[in-house]
């Protein structure tokens, strides 16, 4: 990859996560919550664009070339003097540590899942069962002990599991079934598989501030959504907001292994404040064409995210006594041999 191939690949990495996070936090806050799939799919949606344009995947189309802003040409001509080699270097090593430590966070609640201690008794197996009925879940869901002190967590892209605290033997039926519907309703919306591709969206793109900021909206939004389906199935809103508030003042756990499960109420993270008052404040339900407007929404989102990543920017640049030079030219003239007459 030549220098101008990598600053167009950056100009369309900005511009695909920008224009995500602007089309979800730009929702009006009376229909967030009624447009679920906007301010929660369109997310998951950037960050398989992302992906695929950082491996490769997405590629400029002939015809949809577009110029630069002048700030970017600007940026590219103060970088012209960095090597390309250098450059892609540096973000490529990033990349990689971004990626280990990720690799790592699985690692590590791996190995908290094969330390851990199954659940037995037929209270737990009948619960289990009966949450997985409410819900529709299909496929196994190991539940597991996984220490004193230890925040309920869902883990396992493939092989499935929660923990919890050795604390739940001694919980009540209802604050079991609490917590396991939540965990549950991660599995049910398929959580995990969009955190996993949010980290490696994050650790590709990690000089984009729109990408951290879609990550941190989708760890919010999520959290939402699992508490507004715990209360759909039937339990009691302030009893509900007083397991999860309990759940947030004991939690404890791995920074890492966070990176690998997702926790029921971890301190500082999911805004545990804002979602006791959205729980205890129900909101209506959308509509059947709020419905319909969420989702066309949602699709053409999506067309958008992918034309952004398929066009291709025109930078050009000015030098002293010459005119302007497209990125072509500039990359031609680059790779010219400077001194042709003396071979």
Known sequence: MNLVAFHDWLFRSVV?????SVCVMLCPSGLRLRLRRVVQIVPVIAFAVLVALGVGLVRPLPGMDVKAPEIVTRWAAAAGGWSAPWLI???G???SLLLVRTLAGMFVIARFVRRSLPVRGRAWRKLLIECRRTLGLRGNVRVLFAGPGFIPSATGLLRRAVLLPDEAAGWSHAQRRLVLLHELGHFRRGDLWAHVLGQIACAIHWFNPFVWLLHRHLAVEREFACDALVVSRGAAPADYATVLWKMGAAAQGSRLAGA????????????LEQRVHRILVPMREAGRWLRFTDSALCCGVALMLLACASFKPVIARTFPGTGPWTAEEVGARLSADPFPGER
């Open 89 to 91: 270097g540096i973000f």
């Open 16 to 20: 695909v996560a920008g224009t995500a």
């Open 260 to 271: 690998a499960s997702l926790a029921m109420a971890a301190p500082g993270r999911g805004k």
């Open 93 to 95: 090593t990033v990349a």
